[in-house]
């Protein structure tokens, strides 16, 4: 919103600064309308999701929470996708603008009873997370996408969310959202 605001500023100042022939057209309008346009486009396309490049899109890679777990480091600045089957009920509010969670599956040995990952979701998209099931007994298998990240302070990794679908466009570009 500040740069919205220098720039009305800046259009304002340019267009009161300059002594232009009158032609029938203000030139504010000129010089705003584009600016709005471009001020909206950008808005749109930050509330769209997050948009993956070809060349990383295909390198992506589809993990259960068993097999990611314990691997975390190994993918460490990846883009992977977690299947899961339910979330953690805790969550905790880390940062400013981040909550910790955690995302659950079942071991089919039975052995350890349950294998989880640490994630970390964006404020905005917390609603999204809440609406994830934390029914130990769901059956449905779940996909989350996101980067495989490192606390270095707390020395932990984690899964920073980025969305549940994934859309592919012609070019092999990808788009995550909630």
């Known amino acids: 919103m500040i740069c919205v605001a220098s720039l009305l500023v800046l259009v304002a100042d340019f267009s009161t600064a300059l002594p232009l022939p009158r032609l029938g057209v203000n030139p504010m309008k000129k010089l705003l309308c584009p600016a709005l346009l471009f001020t909206f486009t950008c808005a749109l396309s930050a509330s769209t999701g997050t948009r993956i490049d070809a060349k990383t899109w295909g390198k992506v890679q589809a993990y259960d929470v068993r097999t990611l777990a314990p691997a975390m480091a190994a993918h460490s600045r990846e883009i992977v996708a977690v ?33 989880d990952v640490r994630v970390m979701v964006a404020k905005k998209d917390l609603e999204a997370f809440k609406s994830i099931t934390t029914d130990s007994s769901a059956g449905a298998e779940l996909t ?35």
């Open 144 to 178: 989350v996408y996101g980067r495989v990240l490192r606390d270095f302070d707390a020395n932990f990794f984690f899964v920073q969310l980025l969305g549940r679908t994934s859309v592919a466009d012609p070019g092999g570009n990808a788009t995550i959202s909630w």
């Open 83 to 115: 299947k899961f089957t339910f979330r953690g009920k805790d969550l905790h509010h880390l940062k400013p603008n981040w909550y910790e969670g955690s995302i659950w599956q079942p071991d089919p040995k039975g052995r350890k009873g349950f294998s």
